[in-house]
């Protein structure tokens, strides 16, 4: 089987195609054939970060198809579709070293893998009517956005929800936020990018590069009170706009850090806002199968813009890390 590796260095340009001998399952065990992965800016920080372990398959993100199974194998069979969980032993409850210690294409080989052998617990079935490349999309961005806005944000109808940048997780929380039937702010430095939001049901459009000061536009937009969630991608960068943006007793769910890791932070401006701020990491399996059927019940689809074979893996890492994108980047295997 063919697989992406990076083997002595890394970066970009060190990701190779290599052949690997197909896997065998053992007891309790399962092989995927992965038809399709998708890329996070996770897994272009994991290529480019130096963090300890080589050789490494990367990307956690993959949907396909069990090819054999195990002795003792009873959650899936032969010829299921489905999508391993980015954290493979957090099934269930809070998060915990252990189980956060699992992650594919990190801890553990990813998906950019065409036969990839894991427990039978590591994987859930993909939602009906889903495609390998739609399941792709779910495991991480999805996944992250459900569980910030639903989870541990309980959104509710007439909420109002910002998101920041038109990515994966972006993306997707506008979709499970308007799904809820809340009301979505959200940000871009694209007017391009603006108008396809809007065609998602995005309620109010504020480019922050014509409007740096956007927490103020979000305090004019909600009268004053400020936003009930938001889903905070940019980190240091922009954690002091969400801050002023967000109501009193409003929620911030910490994602992303595409705008750095550490800035001096206001603390007054915290207990201030009495905002619950909480950290989110993905999710276990138990909140994908939520996920998967309220996805379901409300039709959500997911938005790929790109699309790439394997042997472009280079090209596709080099569009992640251009930000060009909206929505998902996939690789077919």
């Known amino acids: 089987m063919r697989a ?46 130096p963090s300890g372990r080589l050789p490494l398959v990367p990307c956690s993100d993959g949907g396909g198809v069990v090819s054999a199974i195990g002795e003792g194998v009873t959650r899936v069979k032969v010829g299921d579709h489905v999508a391993p969980l980015f954290f493979q032993t957090w099934l269930a409850g809070e998060p915990t070293p252990h189980g956060l210690g699992s992650a594919l294409g990190g801890a553990l080989d990813g998906v950019l893998q065409e036969k990839l052998l894991l427990s039978e617990d590591g994987v859930t079935p993909a939602p009906a009517g889903y ?21 541990e944000g309980k959104v509710k109808s007439g909420d109002v929800v ?14 499970f936020a308007k799904a809820a039937g809340a009301t979505v702010i959200i ?7 603006l108008a396809r939001a809007k065609a998602l049901g995005a309620d109010h459009l504020v480019n922050y590069k014509a409007t740096p000061d956007w927490a103020k536009e979000v305090r004019r937009i909600t009268g004053g009170r400020g936003a009930d969630h938001i889903i905070e ?18 929620k911030i769910a910490v994602i992303g850090v595409l705008g750095g890791f550490v800035k001096d932070l206001n603390v007054a401006a915290i207990f201030g806002t009495n905002a619950h701020i909480h950290g989110v990491t993905v999710g276990s399996r138990d909140h994908f199968e ?22 472009q893996i280079r ?15 996939v690789v077919t295997l």
Not at 24 to 44: E, F, S
Not at 134 to 151: E, F, N, Q, S
Not at 300 to 307: I, T
């Open 4 to 49: 992406v590796v990076l083997e002595t260095a890394y970066g970009i340009d060190n990701l190779k195609i290599v052949e690997r001998p197909d896997p065998t399952p053992g007891r309790g065990q399962i092989v995927v054939d992965i038809k399709a992965a998708t890329l996070n800016y996770r897994d272009l920080a994991t290529v480019t970060a």
């Open 131 to 151: 495609s390998d490349e739609d399941a792709a999309t779910l495991p991480c961005a999805a996944l992250t956005a459900w569980r910030g806005l639903v989870i």
């Open 162 to 175: 910002v998101a920041q940048g038109t990515g994966g997780v972006s993306i997707f929380a506008l979709q």
């Open 187 to 193: 940000t871009s430095s694209s007017d391009e990018k």
């Open 233 to 250: 991608v940019g980190g240091a960068g922009t954690f002091e706009q969400s801050l002023r943006a967000v109501r009193l007793g409003g």
């Open 290 to 311: 939520s996920m998967t059927r309220a996805i379901e019940a409300n039709g959500v689809r997911p938005v790929v813009d790109m699309r790439f074979p394997l042997d």
């Open 315 to 329: 090209d596709a890492f080099q569009a992640m890390k251009a930000g060009s994108h909206f929505g998902k980047i």
